[in-house]
């Protein structure tokens, strides 16, 4: 039986004007679908949005593999389980890299795509002192959920991470608490998922690339190579923000979003 990816849907607004379209969302990594509640209910106005849980993340499925290639299988299934033929598709992070590969598998199911600080390169890794965190929460001692984060405070200085992290936390049907991202899965595929590279395919439907102002994932000499993969690109910048754009800055990245899917 095929596995299909935890999302949220929220109807087109009633009162829209404009045909439904499907708005796929993805999450990055250690996040998940209501991360982009708050937005999804504003493109709600003019889409069918579904914010979806990636594999290991959220309320989705666990799984021993977190390879592109079963992330790419993981859209693809959504789609014909939800009859969707082509859709609009927006990833953030993680997530812009995993519809960055369906975009290049299958073309023919993506009318639009939006890419968010992310480029279609591998990244040195960076979240060493995140998952050395996590890996240092033993559930077995936990007996509240800040006693989670007394851990993290250890090697995360940042609250806002910490609090990010956080809401990853819950408590489960034996009485305990304990992540809902697979914690094992996503170390054990850390350096591939951030470091290894993409796979060499070409775009050509129009692809909105978004960046934060403040952010080093998409830098200007990034643009080359953006060119030869997505030749229909466009790029924004989101002022005052950083990885986190959609957060940072959510009436920027909305007008961006909106104003180029149309």
């Known amino acids: 039986m095929t596995s299909i990816l935890h999302s949220k849907i929220y109807p087109q607004d009633e009162n829209s004007t404009s045909a439904s379209k499907d708005l ?121 959920r800040s006693d989670v984060e007394d851990v993290l405070k250890n090697y995360i200085p940042d609250m806002g991470t910490r609090q990010f992290l956080l809401k990853n936390v819950y408590h489960t049907d034996e009485g305990n608490y304990a992540f809902r991202f697979n914690l094992n899965t996503l170390t054990e595929f850390y350096d591939k998922m951030v470091g290894g590279d993409l796979t060499d395919g070409i775009f050509n439907h129009p692809t909105l690339f978004i960046r934060g102002e403040k952010s080093n994932y998409v830098l200007e000499e990034d643009k080359e190579l953006i060119q030869k993969h997505f030749p229909n690109y466009e790029m924004k910048t989101v002022p005052n923000s950083g990885h986190w754009v959609h957060a940072e800055n959510p009436k920027a990245f909305y007008d961006f979003v909106v104003d180029f899917l149309g």
């Open 24 to 144: 796929l969302i993805l999450h990055g990594l250690f996040g998940q679908s209501d991360n982009f509640a708050t937005l999804a209910k504003q493109f709600a106005s003019f889409y069918t949005v579904h914010t979806i849980d990636l594999r290991n993340h959220g309320r989705s499925f666990h799984s021993d593999d977190m390879s592109f290639e079963a992330m790419t299988e993981d859209i693809l299934n959504y789609l014909n389980h939800h009859q969707i033929e082509s859709c609009y598709l927006l990833g953030h992070s993680l997530g812009g890299r995993s519809v960055i590969e369906f975009a290049y598998e299958h073309p023919e199911r993506v009318e639009k795509l939006i890419v968010a600080d992310m480029a279609p390169k591998a990244y040195p890794p960076h979240h060493q002192g995140i998952l050395k965190a996590l890996n240092s929460v033993d559930f077995g001692q936990i007996e509240k």
